[in-house]
């Protein structure tokens, strides 16, 4: 894909230095695709396991996980569906190609078209033979895409989004998407440690997001039709930074309107009007999903993780916890 958008090509050899694993048994590819996304899939093979060489590099980080996979091997990918811990996935072909099915939706996936797959679908991955198949399949939280479309039509959605299956990359909406796709990548490989920050990987995140709702045809899309509406306001800008800032701090519904210049009264009535829950409940469920984040990608005891995060009662923690994710907290640290 170069910069004019006439080469395809997302990169020549994307995330070369982060190989999770490369081995002759597939099995090892499944497991580790399970262990990159989070427990977001189940990954199944559809036919006999098969031999060949499989090869999977992957980066997961917050909202999103990317990974590079380079296998022979028929699969069947089972998402969650659940809306408080769903992921879209989008794969997209970097050599060779795949005869994807999603439900009654079918699509040869290549360097030219890519599948979106919502929060609930199951699709069916069978790389065509002939040349090595090798694609990128990046997961992107719904919460992202509900943030996202929020920030463009200054209301969350009111069900969950769903995008149409194919997505053509080779129109000139689909080259935008595909443009980011490869700056995230080109950052995620970058040797320079500014490109690791945490908070220009969300920012590039978020600009792919943005992209993909307005370039692929949704369940929303007439929301969108006659292109971006106010974002959220002022004060609840101001709200959403000082919680985002402060998050491993004590805060408080007092604490949020004295930085967003307004009463508890009129922020609360913002976030439900504009968010659909309260301040203190958006606190809590990012928190969460900070905190399950660290679980997955580091070795720290779950309860030094929550501590880190501001949860300072326990028995508390986990009831929450299970009621976001349908887990508790050592069962997300028994996939580590």
Same mark, same amino acid.
């Given at each position: 894909?170069?910069?004019?958008?006439?080469?395809?090509?997302?990169?020549?050899?994307?995330?070369?230095?982060?190989?999770?694993?490369?081995?002759?048994?597939?099995?090892?590819?499944?497991?580790?695709?399970?262990?990159?996304?989070?427990?977001?899939?189940?990954?199944?093979?559809?036919?006999?396991?098969?031999?060949?060489?499989?090869?999977?590099?992957?980066?997961?980080?917050?909202? %999103?996980? *990317?990974?590079?996979?380079?296998?022979?091997?028929?699969?069947?990918?089972?998402?969650?569906?659940?809306?408080?811990?769903?992921?879209?996935? *989008?794969?997209?072909?970097?050599?060779?190609?795949?005869?994807?099915?999603?439900?009654?939706?079918?699509?040869?996936?290549?360097?030219?078209?890519?599948? *979106?797959?919502?929060?609930?679908?199951?699709?069916?991955?069978?790389?065509?033979?002939?040349?090595?198949?090798?694609?990128?399949?990046?997961?992107?939280?719904?919460?992202?895409?509900?943030?996202?479309?929020?920030?463009?039509?200054?209301?969350?959605?009111?069900?969950? *989004?769903?995008?149409? %299956?194919?997505?053509?990359?080779?129109?000139?909406?689909?080259?935008?998407?595909?443009?980011?796709?490869?700056?995230?990548?080109?950052?995620?490989?970058?040797?320079?440690?500014?490109?690791?920050?945490?908070?220009?990987?969300?920012?590039?995140?978020?600009?792919?997001?943005?992209?993909?709702?307005?370039?692929?045809?949704?369940?929303?899309?007439?929301?969108?039709?006659?292109?971006?509406?106010?974002?959220?306001?002022?004060?609840?800008?101001?709200?959403?930074?000082?919680?985002?800032?402060?998050?491993?701090?004590?805060?408080?519904?007092?604490?949020?309107?004295?930085?967003?210049?307004?009463?508890?009264?009129?922020?609360?009535?913002?976030?439900?009007?504009?968010?659909?829950?309260?301040?203190?409940?958006?606190?809590?469920?990012?928190?969460?999903?900070?905190?399950?984040?660290?679980?997955?990608?580091?070795?720290?005891?779950?309860?030094?993780?929550?501590?880190?995060?501001?949860?300072?009662?326990?028995?508390? %923690?986990?009831?929450?916890?299970?009621?976001? %994710?349908?887990?508790?907290?050592?069962?997300?640290?028994?996939?580590?």
């Amino acid at each position: 894909m170069g910069s004019q958008g006439g080469d395809p090509t997302i990169v020549p050899t994307p995330l070369r230095n982060h190989l999770i694993t490369r081995s002759q048994n597939p099995a090892d590819l499944l497991n580790a695709a399970t262990r990159l996304f989070g427990g977001s899939i189940a990954t199944s093979p559809l036919d006999e396991l098969c031999g060949g060489d499989h090869e999977l590099r992957g980066v997961a980080a917050h909202g %999103f996980a *990317v990974g590079y996979f380079a296998s022979p091997l028929d699969v069947r990918v089972a998402s969650a569906g659940c809306r408080n811990r769903g992921s879209y996935f *989008v794969n997209i072909g970097v050599s060779g190609a795949i005869s994807a099915s999603c439900g009654d939706l079918r699509a040869t996936l290549d360097e030219t078209t890519a599948g *979106v797959a919502n929060p609930g679908d199951t699709q069916e991955l069978r790389p065509l033979r002939g040349r090595r198949t090798r694609f990128l399949g990046l997961r992107i939280d719904a919460a992202l895409v509900d943030q996202e479309f929020a920030a463009l039509t200054g209301h969350p959605p009111v069900s969950t *989004v769903r995008f149409d %299956f194919a997505l053509d990359l080779a129109n000139p909406k689909g080259r935008a998407v595909r443009l980011l796709v490869r700056s995230l990548l080109e950052q995620l490989d970058s040797g320079d440690p500014l490109f690791q920050h945490a908070e220009l990987q969300r920012s590039q995140l978020r600009c792919l997001v943005t992209a993909l709702l307005l370039a692929q045809p949704h369940s929303h899309t007439g929301e969108l039709h006659d292109g971006p509406q106010p974002g959220h306001p002022r004060s609840l800008r101001a709200a959403l930074a000082f919680i985002e800032a402060n998050l491993a701090e004590h805060i408080s519904l007092g604490g949020i309107a004295g930085a967003a210049g307004c009463s508890p009264r009129t922020l609360s009535s913002a976030f439900r009007g504009r968010l659909g829950l309260s301040p203190m409940s958006y606190v809590r469920n990012l928190r969460l999903d900070r905190i399950r984040e660290d679980i997955l990608a580091s070795s720290d005891p779950v309860g030094t993780i929550a501590y880190r995060w501001g949860v300072s009662h326990l028995g508390r %923690f986990a009831g929450e916890y299970r009621d976001r %994710f349908a887990e508790l907290p050592s069962d997300t640290a028994a996939r580590r």
